[in-house]
């Protein structure tokens, strides 16, 4: 198992343009986290999924921010009209869920967004 | 609410002990984890914490007080690889939430 990969690594964009990031988990994983990252910053959870659910979307940032797991594998996380203030570098991680919970997430490497 | 504080920068010198402290108010409590995350790169995971007390893995250690609401890392040995920031993470009603981090320097 390569653990978990995210693509692009990195984005630039103009303002007011849609992203796009996939992010595959690792294989056995059946939680899918999204996060965001700003410099100085601890990663600020956005959402997550159990299987193709989602099961957390209230900390998304505002309604310009979505994601999908449409079959409880790969994830999309997408900004639609970007903002300057969008760039930051956008984590995902997976767990595997275990019975009273502490899921150890395991992050992949990241997307950094830029917003020109 | 929800709050992490851990301490914002702390210098060592190599071969040396570090502790690095965390307190937490969060929404519920199902454990306490602790990252390293080098620039630019992917936190990736050090220990986990449910119960009080001490979890010790090689050079790196993590105690636990629930009653506290406290935990600490503590890093043995330093080595200059060691030079990064450490998260401090508690999951609860929130699956995880991060403190700001620690960037430690590690000094020859």
């Known amino acids: 198992d390569t653990g978990v990969s995210q693509n692009p690594r990195h984005k630039i964009t103009k303002r007011g343009q849609n992203v796009t990031f996939r992010c595959d988990p690792i294989?056995?994983?059946?939680?899918l986290y999204w996060y965001r990252q700003t410099l100085g910053q601890g990663p600020e959870f956005l959402t997550y999924?159990?299987?193709?659910?989602?099961?957390?979307k209230s900390r998304l940032l505002s309604d310009r921010f979505s994601a999908e797991r449409p079959k409880g594998s790969f994830s999309t996380l997408e900004i639609q009209r970007t903002e300057q203030g969008d760039s930051a570098m956008y984590l995902c991680?997976?767990?595997?869920?275990?019975?009273?919970?502490?899921?150890?997430?395991?992050f992949g490497p990241g997307t950094r967004l830029t917003v020109l | 609410g929800q709050n992490i504080d851990q301490p914002t920068e702390m210098t060592a010198t190599e071969g040396a002990i570090v502790q690095i402290n965390c307190t937490y108010q969060?929404?519920?409590?199902?454990?306490l984890f602790w990252y390293q995350q080098h620039a630019g790169e992917a936190p990736t995971f050090l220990s986990y914490?449910?119960?009080?007390g001490l979890e010790e893995k090689g050079r790196f250690s993590s105690f636990l007080s629930r009653s506290k609401g406290y935990s600490y890392l503590l890093l043995k040995e330093l080595q200059m690889k060691d030079s990064a920031s450490y998260l401090c993470?508690?999951?609860?009603?929130?699956?995880?939430?991060f403190g700001k981090g620690t960037r430690l320097s590690v000094i020859a």
């Open positions: 991680a997976s767990s595997l869920e275990a019975t009273g919970g502490g899921n150890t997430q395991y």
């Open positions: 294989s056995e994983h059946n939680r």
């Open positions: 999924f159990q299987n193709e659910a989602q099961l957390e």
């Open positions: 969060t929404s519920g409590f199902n454990g």
């Open positions: 914490n449910v119960l009080d």
């Open positions: 993470a508690v999951s609860g009603n929130t699956p995880l939430v």
